[in-house]
């Protein structure tokens, strides 16, 4: 298992142990989790273990009322899930 913030090496070396050469992950607009992730891609494709990230049709639904604070978010989520066919 891996420690939040691993280092390239730790992860390069937890893929290759699960003999893992692809890691999917949802989409992360923004933040630390990015940042790391970011960091980490170029070493990871040059372990042969290639990143896709995964867009969901909620981020795009969702995402860009996410933008002045939970409670205006929140105003906006009947609309969008009735977008998603989910309201």
Partial sequence: MLSPGACADEVIA???S???DEIVTGYIPVGPTRDWLDGLRVSLNRA???VTTLRRSWDD???PHASKGFFAFKDKLPSALRT???G
């Fill in 14 to 16: 937890w893929a290759r």
């Fill in 18 to 20: 699960a003999a893992i």
């Fill in 48 to 50: 042969g273990i290639s």
């Fill in 61 to 63: 639904v969702l995402w």
């Fill in 84 to 86: 998603l066919g989910i």
